[in-house]
């Protein structure tokens, strides 16, 4: 017979992670970005610069549509800019503007700080 998982620490981590993730939206919401904005600038930095919509897409886990929606939303609001790629004039690459840029900056060093908080009760979690 196998071993009954352990169920507690599953509902354990799984509430620490919703934590997360409500306290992440607030923090967006205090600097004046929706969840997905907030997303959509890690997105964008996290890889480097001036990735596609597709590639953004696939980050979000979004559909291309849904993507391009999101883009013009935040380009509308002054968060980020595209650009047709010089090699390939089909793709629009993505880029932060300054504004978007600063208030990601802001984000993402309360995370680092709120991941560190955090750290300890998760790797507990996990050696059990």
Not at 39 to 50: D, E, S, T
């Amino acid at each position: 017979m196998t071993e009954e998982p352990d169920y507690a620490r599953l509902a354990e981590f799984r509430k620490a992670l919703r934590g997360f993730l409500r306290w992440s939206e607030q923090a967006a919401k205090s600097v004046g970005l929706t969840t997905m904005q907030h997303q959509l600038l890690l997105a964008i930095r996290g890889r480097g610069g001036a990735p596609t919509i597709g590639e953004i897409a696939e980050d979000l886990m979004l559909r291309h549509h849904s993507t391009g929606e999101l883009i013009h939303r935040a380009e509308a609001a002054g968060l980020v800019a595209r650009t047709q790629d010089a090699g390939d004039r089909r793709q629009m690459r993505v880029t932060a503007t300054g504004a978007g840029n600063r208030l990601l900056h802001r984000l993402s060093e309360q995370h680092l700080n709120e991941i560190q908080r955090l750290a300890p009760m998760v790797e507990a979690l996990a050696s059990e």
